[in-house]
């Protein structure tokens, strides 16, 4: 290491960036200011944006433009602001590089408002981007245009569409994205597959990629002109247009430096140390992007390699033991283990990286990298030429790309093939930092043992005895410590956390020894609030399996985010038991989610007045409906349940009102720590008489901020503090956690 002295000072300046980030980036870095827009302006505020167009997204779906050095007026306001997204529905002809006057609605972005939530807010800001805008028209303020960039631009479009006429939209949408960068014409469902099976890498732009594109041109090129600075040249041109034409993610850029070094090295006569060349890609990208410190692209591209070289290392033989050249049939296994090889160290840097971003790991993604990576090759070969040619010679094209479907056709038979091996998702949840702190500690100390054991092995000829078992034992650890930390906290507690769901409701109980309950998970304002809602908060908390999910009645507020759930569980969270009110309040929107539980094979069982359920220290008591209350299906048929874990108790009320209050109110025959506010806090609920009947200490309301009902009312809010309860929304503070040991409890929010 002493010798690598560029890598070490790229190191220092790495680790002082990362302090300097992380402790005082919100005073000097732009991309955490507070921007001036937000200020300025109200959300959806009708305004006039000026700026240049510095990227484009086109496709069938919509058209969306990055504009840098903008202005913004409105209501006799102008403000500057670094960077804006624009959403064009009408498609207008506008190029990179032009600067363009539009009209429309500005937006801002949702920060995450449950944990395990993508955060949206922070994914523009790292790109120095802080609003977006509506457009209604927009038109060319300055036609100038980058002659180069455009050309690349039209390039990418038509090649996109190649790709998608010759492959179909599905397999031509892989490709696009392996190819090209473009996610955005992928099936989903694909796209999840490869995510759960530990392959969706292959979906980047990345040193994979760049490797094959950027070495092989630049090796193709050396041979032809037999020149090593000539192909150099050559090569480094070619593969920055390929860059400039996708756009340069840091994955990219990290792949661009290296193999400038990689070039470079050849063109001098040098040796490329793959170390130092990483340590000053590290450098260059966190200069160009500070905040990338965050960024799980970051972190696993530059882990990935990290991890490759240090197994590299690792297992090098001392150079008298090097074998010769290896021919015939020495070659394969020796190939076969260095791939195995590289594909653990991967997993051994990314495996807190995984689970801290992905909540699970993928237990079988080790075998299936070793088919998916070797073919990935002949992939990117057959596409690339196969869809160039394809706007040539339609026929000489389509065989080639006919070629990379049936390679997509073995990718996914593979992965749905490991979906149904037992054991072949292990959701742990989100590690706290301290666990994986732990886990890189305890890694470097195996690593040393392992260095220790080896030099003591060629000193002494003689290594120590047994020495896997101490030398592995720190790592084990950790990953113990990272796989159970996080549920030993819960242990011995009952959790219950009110989602923020928009305008909706779902509240999620867990109880110390795992047992894991939902009652209910719908919303009316945020799109799929099942599948980018509940189950990243659940997967964040380390829950696989639900052992069971009310629903209170058949709104679907309460309701569609659940028929999500029963939907998705070969990749999603399994359900166990599915309970709903009794047949004769059952209607149509109910009918629906129990359609979505015989397809998923997920039992179903009615519940009314009486029905008790002890789980895991819980138990689950149903005050209503009776089979004598006269009500129709709706709200005031809710299932009203009530959680009981040792002294604690907890009013769940789903959207209970009329009728069905009073008849709930001359029922109550004890008071409640804590109230589940009905319907979202409707006027039309929570009484006065009942709340003197319940008498809870704490309220939770669930609803959408600014939502159009107007929820909660002021009156209810005033009902209840004056009945004392202290009262949490989800609209002001995201999730709302309660939690206790069945005698004391604590409130937290999670913004």
């Known amino acids: 290491m002493r010798e690598r002295k560029l890598a070490l000072v790229c190191l220092a300046f790495f680790v002082l960036g990362f302090l300097a980030v992380h402790f005082g980036g919100a005073v000097f870095l732009e991309e955490l200011q507070d921007p001036p827009a937000a200020a300025a302006f109200g959300p959806w505020e009708e305004v006039c944006l000026e700026g240049q167009v510095y990227r484009k997204e086109d496709d069938e779906k919509q058209h969306v433009l990055y504009l840098r050095d903008c202005s913004i007026t409105g209501g006799g306001r102008t403000v500057s602001e670094s960077g804006v997204v624009l959403y064009d529905p009408d498609r207008s002809d506008v190029r990179t590089g032009n600067v363009i006057r539009a009209e429309g609605s500005l937006f801002f972005f949702d920060e995450a408002r449950n944990p395990g939530n993508f955060d949206q807010k922070f994914y523009y800001q790292k790109q120095n981007i802080h609003a977006g805008l509506l457009a209604e028209t927009v038109r060319v303020k300055d036609p100038s245009f980058s002659l180069l960039r455009d050309g690349l631009d039209r390039l990418r479009t038509r090649w996109q569409q190649a790709l998608v006429e010759a492959a179909g939209e599905k397999d031509g949408g892989i490709l696009a994205a392996m190819i090209l960068g473009d996610r955005r014409g992928m099936d ?181 990298n070793l088919l998916v990576i070797p073919l990935m090759s002949a992939l990117l070969l057959l596409g690339m030429l196969g869809s160039l040619l394809y706007l040539a010679v339609e026929p000489a094209g389509g065989a080639l790309i006919w070629a990379c479907s049936r390679i997509l056709d073995l990718y996914e038979i593979s992965c749905r093939a490991a979906l149904a091996l037992p054991g072949s998702r292990l959701v742990t949840g989100r590690p706290g930092l301290a666990a994986i702190w732990f886990y890189y500690g305890a890694l470097v100390v195996t690593l040393l043992l392992l260095l220790w054991m080896r030099r003591k092995k060629e000193t002494e000829g003689a290594a120590p005895r047994r020495p896997a078992a101490r030398a592995f034992a720190p790592v084990l650890t950790g990953i113990l410590v990272l796989l159970f930390a996080g549920r030993a906290e819960v242990w011995g507690y009952l959790e219950v956390t009110m989602l923020d769901v928009g305008q909706g409701d779902c509240l999620f109980l867990r109880a110390g020894d795992g047992t894991c309950i939902l009652v209910d998970g719908g919303s009316s304002d945020t799109d799929q609030a099942g599948r980018y809602r509940i189950e990243p908060f659940l997967k964040a908390e380390g829950v696989g399996e639900l052992s069971y999910v009310f629903v209170t009645h058949g709104d679907s507020d309460h309701l569609n985010g659940v028929t999500e759930l029963l939907g998705r569980q070969d990749t999603g969270v399994e359900i166990g038991c599915l309970v709903v009110p009794p047949r004769e309040l059952w209607d149509g929107e109910l009918a629906e989610v129990l359609d979505a539980a015989d397809a998923a094979g997920v039992p179903v069982r009615t519940m009314g007045r009486g029905g008790r359920l002890a789980c895991g220290g819980i138990t689950v008591a149903c005050l209503q409906p009776a089979a004598s209350d006269v009500l129709e299906p709706g709200n005031a048929a809710s299932l009203v349940l009530t959680a009981s874990w040792d002294s604690f108790a907890m009013l769940l009320t789903g959207d209970v009102e009329g009728q069905g209050e009073r008849l709930l109110t001359e029922r109550l025959t004890q008071t409640y720590d804590v109230l589940k506010v009905a319907h979202h806090g409707s006027r039309n609920s929570t009484s006065e008489e009942f709340l003197a009947a319940a008498g809870p200490s704490v309220a939770l309301i669930s609803a959408g901020r600014d939502n159009r009902y107007g929820h909660p009312h002021e009156e209810t809010l005033e009902r209840l503090t004056g009945a004392g309860a202290h009262v949490f929304e989800t609209a002001r503070g995201g999730a709302v956690t309660v939690r206790t040991d069945g005698r004391r409890m604590t409130v937290t929010t999670f913004l």
């Open 188 to 368: 989903s469902e694909t796209k999840e597959l490869y995510q759960v099976n530990g392959i969706a890498h292959i979906l980047s732009i990345s040193g994979l990629h760049l490797s094959f594109i950027g070495i092989g041109a630049y090796q193709f090129l050396r041979r032809r002109t037999g020149s090593f600075l000539a192909g150099g040249m050559l090569g480094i041109a070619f593969l920055l247009l390929y860059i400039v034409m996708i756009g340069p993610g840091v994955a990219v850029l990290r792949s661009l430096v290296m193999f400038l070094v990689r070039v470079g090295a050849d063109m001098a006569g040098r040796v490329c140390d793959m170390f130092t060349s990483l340590a000053l890609a590290a450098a260059v990208v966190i200069f160009w992007q500070p905040l990338a410190y965050y960024d799980g692209g970051f972190q696993m591209s530059f882990g990935a390699i990290l991890g490759m070289w240090i197994m590299g290392e690792m297992t090098r033989r001392p150079p008298g033991e090097q074998g010769g050249r290896r021919t015939g049939k020495r070659r394969l296994p020796y190939r076969l283990g260095e791939a195995v090889k590289s594909s653990l160290g991967v997993q051994m840097i990314l495996f807190p990286v995984t689970l801290y971003h992905y909540f699970e790991f993928p237990l079988y993604s080790v075998l299936l």
